[in-house]
């Protein structure tokens, strides 16, 4: 039964006398945190810096997400990672309550932390945090301090959010990130729309009624008088004599007059130049527990491991009417198409022996290597936990030799020692997929277990 202790813990300056607690505990460190469930604590720092260093590196201890925190000075930082300002009252009835429910808990050792941190106090939310120093403009900061090995915990929310883990619970921004390596600092430049040079000026321009002479004003001024440079005709009467055309820039490179500049983004990370339209939009949401996160938290199951974000992935049903689908053209005009199969054998034993948080750290950096591999036209589905496909259209299976030094040598930048991954491929058209997707699926998936 919970609480074990009726302490306040106090790491900073200024500690209080209290009436409802039974002691406040004086912390000196982190290190002086004592090893319990569900307590208390609150941090006072006169600098926000120290605060937010203290705040990251205690939700890091193992059983920190089952106490009530709280800090004397707020900031945007602490607003994503503690439960407010110190009140004696509140913070006492808070902790009464979070330790109730953690009594309802049969195996609290077993409970995943983020999960665990919002079900125990259903007012907390995974607050996202606008760091412009940052790659990705935006961060939640509970989520890397749960997970710090993480390459993105946008991506991270992002499939807890799909597994319905999570939950959008209020939108906050959306933001357009660079489709090569996701960073949210980009340049917008208007450019040429003929050569797609930088190079360009508003030009104004007039139009010579008598011989059609078409030129910058500056060379129709002439003696203090406006006078064409190719007839010498007088120009006096705007719509008698001349006009202005509609072309009001030129570019310097190409000497192209145009109305409206096209609109280019430039990645101020990577130099990639991209159309604004094919900018990848992601939207921010505050987040809370979702269905699936509250099934977790009140059966007390384990994560299942997430899932691989590639771009361009569909669900398991859509990819088997897809492969239907694109069988049949093949049959038909005799075309060829290549279904490819990535198998991480050991990714169970990895979860097991290493946790769940090395498990998704380690799902994080595959994410990021495959999603430069694949083409926009490929279809990727997660058709098991460990075995990913991809359907690539137009590929023959001489292909297959290039695809797997490609995926080699980016298995060979994942850091991780344990980390295997199998590549296999099929030929697609086969008629036999045609009398039933599932069982020929069901076939080649057998095969690549029958193969390790």
């Known amino acids: 039964m919970y609480p074990q202790s009726n302490n306040l813990y106090w790491l900073g300056i200024n500690a209080p006398e209290t009436e409802l607690f039974e002691t406040v505990e004086l912390l000196g460190s982190i290190d002086d945190l004592p090893d319990i469930w569900g307590g208390v604590i609150c941090l006072n720092f006169d600098k926000p810096d120290e605060q937010d260093h203290n705040l990251f590196l205690m939700l890091r201890q193992p059983k920190l997400w089952t106490w009530a925190v709280y800090v004397v000075n707020q900031n945007r930082y602490s607003e994503c990672l503690c439960d407010g300002i110190f009140d004696e009252q509140s913070a006492y009835k808070n902790w009464l309550d979070i330790n109730q429910k953690l009594s309802r808990i049969p195996d609290i050792a077993q409970v995943e932390p983020l999960i665990g941190w919002l079900g125990v106090q259903r007012a907390r939310r995974i607050k996202p945090l606008k760091q412009l120093c940052s790659l990705g403009i935006y961060q939640y900061p509970i989520v890397d301090a749960f997970y710090p090995d993480l390459y993105s915990s946008h991506r991270f929310v992002l499939g807890e959010t799909k597994r319905e883990v999570l939950e959008p619970d209020k939108l906050i921004d959306r933001i357009r990130v660079c489709k090569q390596c996701n960073s949210g600092h980009l340049n917008y430049v208007e450019v040429c729309p003929s050569c797609k040079n930088i190079d360009i000026n508003i030009q104004s321009s007039l139009h010579c009624f008598t011989c059609g002479h078409v030129g910058d004003q500056q060379l129709f001024l002439r003696r203090g008088k406006l006078e064409c440079p190719n007839c010498l005709t007088q120009l006096r009467h705007i719509g008698v004599d ?16 145009f109305v409206e500049p096209d609109t280019l983004s430039h990645c101020l990370n990577c130099e990639t130049q991209t159309e604004t339209a094919e900018l990848i939009v992601q939207t921010i949401y505050q987040l809370k527990l979702g269905q699936l996160g509250e099934y977790v938290y009140q059966h007390g199951k384990l994560l299942q491991a997430p899932e691989l974000s590639i771009k361009g992935k569909v669900d ?3 990819f088997e009417n897809i492969l239907i689908w694109l069988n049949k053209i093949a049959l038909r005009h005799n075309e060829r198409h290549l279904l490819l199969s990535m198998y991480l054998p050991r990714l169970e034993e990895y979860s097991n022996l290493y946790g769940d948080n090395k498990m998704f750290a380690l799902l994080d950096q595959i994410t990021l290597r495959l ?12 058709y098991k936990q460990d075995i990913l496909l991809v359907l690539m259209p137009k590929t023959a299976m001489a292909s297959i030799s290039v695809l797997q030094d490609k995926i080699e040598q980016l298995s060979r930048l994942i850091e991780e020692e344990q980390f295997e991954m199998h590549v296999s491929a099929v030929q697609i058209p086969d008629p036999a997929i045609n009398e039933g997707t599932k069982i020929w699926l069901a076939n080649v998936i057998g095969d690549i277990y029958a193969a390790r």
């Not at 001349?242 to 190409?254: G, I, M, S």
């Not at 999603?371 to 997660?382: A, E, K, M, P, V």
């Open 242 to 257: 001349y006009d202005r055309p509609l072309e009001t820039h030129r570019c310097n490179a190409c000497s192209h007059l």
């Open 316 to 318: 398991a049903g859509y």
């Open 371 to 382: 999603n430069g591999l694949f083409r926009d036209t490929d279809i990727c589905c997660q």
